[in-house]
């Protein structure tokens, strides 16, 4: 039986999301014997595919032909557009399955669920309520038990449903909006253990629990310390902590039986800030905040970020920087007096990376530049925000 999921290597939060993708694969290979596992994944091989493929699953590397006609398409839209890759998938590995399981990467699983889908004959496909149990008018995407044959047959009727209700389909839920109006009416029912929300309550019997809302990593701890959105915190039910515990405990043991490589040869970087005296594109430092696992920081802003530093003698000078973007197609040159020393490109956003670059440097006083491709402003904070810092030094080398 074939179990499929989905994930695009630049969607924001992508190394909270393979945390996710650790606890699914983990707790299927345990709990669901018949299920063989492919992940569709938009990106280059990297630490999470090699993790996955040694642990047996098969990894289809494949991006949304909807970004070709959608070039606006949001980072987190091309994953979740991803499962309508699905029939092309099954046809190019020749799958002879009449149904397929998908589910997001936000699951892990309690229990065989071969039992409760093989009571299941979707004409077209069978899904669980979104939020309220007994809603079945608007279901949840997030878990699909599919009927391979008839959803290939509805795709191009889905496809043009996703293009005559955009903008809407680029927000949030992306794609489940058009699965709600193109088979309005159409979907069979799925057992809502196959798609449990912790704010249902605890239930032994859920075999697939479904993180819809707050997610148990990072997202127990904004709750707890009130910075998240009142729709997500009120999801946040007493049983919702007692499901994102265990799903602690299944992520320690899944790591720890099967270790994640390390992917970064970067020197390491002392977090903080000195040796230079800030001019301009520098936000004053923030936090820490760890709810979201950073120290202290500062904002680099768009167009430049430009600092001073002075060299007492002549010699060779180093520039390290820790640095992290939750945004798409940033880019940064460096250079100091105007002289290059090197440039970057942000391909995995909310992923921490170091840099470092030398030169020699006559004695006397000096300007460091990073000068940014984007500068993305926000509702809340209208600055334009290009880059945070969480480390950069400016340092002689001994």
């Not at 515990?245 to 390390?262: G, I, K, Y």
């Not at 923030?286 to 920081?297: A, K, M, R, T, V």
């Not at 939750?326 to 956003?349: K, M, T």
């Not at 402003?377 to 290009?386: N, T």
Request: with cysteine; charged share 20%; glycine share 8%.
């Amino acid at each position: 039986m074939k179990w499929i999921f989905a994930l695009n290597e630049r969607s924001p939060g992508f190394r909270d999301y393979a945390n996710h993708v650790h606890v699914a694969v983990a707790s299927a290979r345990r709990h669901c014997p018949h299920l063989d596992p492919v992940c569709i994944f938009d990106g280059q091989d990297c630490g999470l595919t090699r993790w996955l493929r040694a642990r047996g699953v098969t990894v289809v590397f494949r991006r949304s032909p909807l970004v070709d006609s959608i070039p606006s398409m949001p980072l987190i839209a091309r994953g979740a557009y991803l499962r309508l890759e699905i029939p092309a998938v099954a046809a190019e590995f020749g799958w002879t399955d009449s149904h397929v399981l998908y589910t997001d990467c936000d699951v892990f699983f309690r229990g065989d669920v071969a039992p409760l889908l093989g009571s299941c004959a979707p004409r077209f496909l069978a899904a669980a309520p979104e939020t309220d149990r007994g809603d079945r008018a608007r279901f949840n995407s997030g878990v699909l038990w599919l009927n391979l044959a008839a959803f290939r047959a509805e795709l191009p009727g889905l496809v043009e449903t996703v293009h005559r209700l955009l903008p809407a389909t680029m927000r949030s839920p992306f794609d489940q909006l058009a699965l709600q109006d193109h088979f309005r009416g159409r979907v069979d029912p799925l057992p809502d253990e196959l798609n449990w929300k912790p704010y249902w309550g605890y239930n032994v019997g859920a075999r697939i629990v479904h993180f819809h809302g707050p997610k148990p990593g990072t997202g127990k701890y904004t709750v707890l310390n009130g910075v998240e959105r009142e729709s997500i915190t009120r999801l946040a039910s007493p049983a919702y902590f007692t499901w994102a515990l265990e799903w602690d405990r299944e992520l320690a043991e899944a790591l720890t039986q099967h270790p994640v490589e390390r992917e970064f040869a970067d020197e390491p970087v002392e977090l903080g800030f000195d040796g230079f005296t800030a001019q301009e594109g520098l936000g004053p430092v923030e936090g820490p905040f760890p709810q979201w696992y950073l120290p202290e920081i500062h904002w680099g802003l768009a167009p430049r970020t430009r600092v001073a530093f002075a060299a007492p003698t002549a010699g060779r000078w180093r520039v390290s920087c820790d640095y992290l973007c939750p945004y798409p197609d940033q880019s940064f040159e460096v250079n100091i007096d105007g002289c290059p020393l090197g440039s970057r490109a942000v391909l995995q956003v909310s992923l921490p990376r170091t840099a470092l670059f030398e030169c020699d440097l006559a004695a006397g006083e000096h300007v460091l530049e990073f000068v940014y491709a984007r500068g993305f402003p926000r509702h809340e904070d209208p600055r334009p925000l290009a880059l945070m810092f969480r480390a950069l030094r400016v340092e002689a080398v001994s």
